[in-house]
């Protein structure tokens, strides 16, 4: 998580999706197991480099 945290929503932490923050996890964990290639590029869901 840490390492998608930091790929997907650099700069953010997991208390800024407040109430949701549960949900946003599992989506995170989800999306990171089924898009690894993402990951591995490094690539934000905004498409920017990190």
């Given at each position: 998580m840490k390492r998608a945290m930091?790929?997907?929503f650099p700069g953010k932490k997991p208390e800024d999706f407040g109430n949701f923050a549960g949900i946003a996890q599992q989506y995170i964990f989800y999306y990171s197991r089924n898009h690894p290639e993402k990951l591995e590029s490094g690539l934000s869901?905004?498409?920017n480099a990190v």
């Open positions: 930091k790929t997907f869901f905004q498409g």
